[in-house]
């Protein structure tokens, strides 16, 4: 997948409203792969219901989202599938992971229908993200921070051409925040990827190609 466009999109709960300032909603954006975007939003003006979007799992919006020209809207279950295995992958706002599980075996789950990465090479981005020793950990043991760095794992363990990143780190200090960057940055530049991200306040310290205000 090389473009993502939205004509005219805007949530549907949002069209009563009489008045609606938004550099994306009501307008035509296109994302590029290979290119970096920033989401910038305040709370409740719909940057999660985007990600929904861009992943298929909500289609209450008016408009037209396109991938590489043909209108999502009309996508079979199957498509999506293949999309969300190959196309997309997305590091969710909130994370969604297994707690009763041990971090790995959350990552481990996805791996296992990809097969994209070698065990050696998930335990590197464990011990890379500082958290090497949290492998054999539940995940509702963990903090929140260490949670985010487990879910991003388990995002990169996937081809994709563009990655969906909602607040992916509200939960982490400015040393941690640069960690997640250098690796997001360096597993997207590999596969060619495309990175959108969302932020309500704090985001990744990245040359963005483009910063939208939602």
Known sequence: MERIELCGVVPEIFTLRGCLSSELWHNSVCFERGKSYLIHAASGTGKSSLCS????QRGDYKGIIRFDGKDIGAFSTERWCEIRNLEISILFQDLRLFGELTAMENVWIKNSITNFKSREEIVALFEELGIGDKLDSRIDRMSYGQQQ?????????????????????SHLDDKNSDIMRDVILREAKAQGAGIIATSIGKHMNIDYDLCINL
Do not use: M, N, T
């Open 53 to 56: 979007f861009l992943y298929g």
């Open 149 to 169: 760095r487990v879910a991003l794992i388990r995002a990169l363990c996937q081809p994709y051409s563009f990655i969906l990143l909602d607040e992916p780190i």
